[in-house]
């Protein structure tokens, strides 16, 4: 069974920086593809990035492309988002996830296993 736990949420001023971990428990876990989403009240569950455990690059959405970096840290079965010049529109409860089968995956669909999410704040 795979769980996973988010941490590193908070409240950040506009323009500030947080870093959301997410600590993979399990089997396997080079075998699963991992993406990072958020969700908005009121909004539909977004996809920020995905990446693979073992080679490649993260894939990002083109909100957050060039201020959130996806790493990953094999030892520690941990992702990690890296969060700079956060905006208001930001704010949203952040979700790590995990797919059986390795690769970048967009779609929430797409994965089995979800984090209990973490509560990123951005205020003016």
Do not use: H
């Amino acid at each position: 069974q795979v769980q996973l736990v988010e941490s590193g949420g908070g409240l950040v001023q506009a323009g500030g920086s947080l870093r959301l971990s997410c600590a993979f428990s399990g089997r396997a876990y080079s075998s699963y593809g991992m993406g990072w989403f958020r969700q908005a009240p009121g909004k539909e569950r977004e996809f920020i990035g995905a990446i693979k455990w073992i080679g490649g690059s993260p894939s990002y959405a083109d909100s957050v492309k060039g201020r959130f970096t996806i790493s990953r840290d094999n030892a520690k079965m941990t992702l990690y988002l890296q969060m700079n010049s956060l905006k208001l529109e930001d704010t949203a409860v952040y979700y790590c996830a995990a797919g059986r089968q390795s690769g970048l995956y967009v779609l929430p669909r797409t994965y089995d296993y979800w984090g209990q999410g973490t509560q990123v704040t951005v205020s003016s």
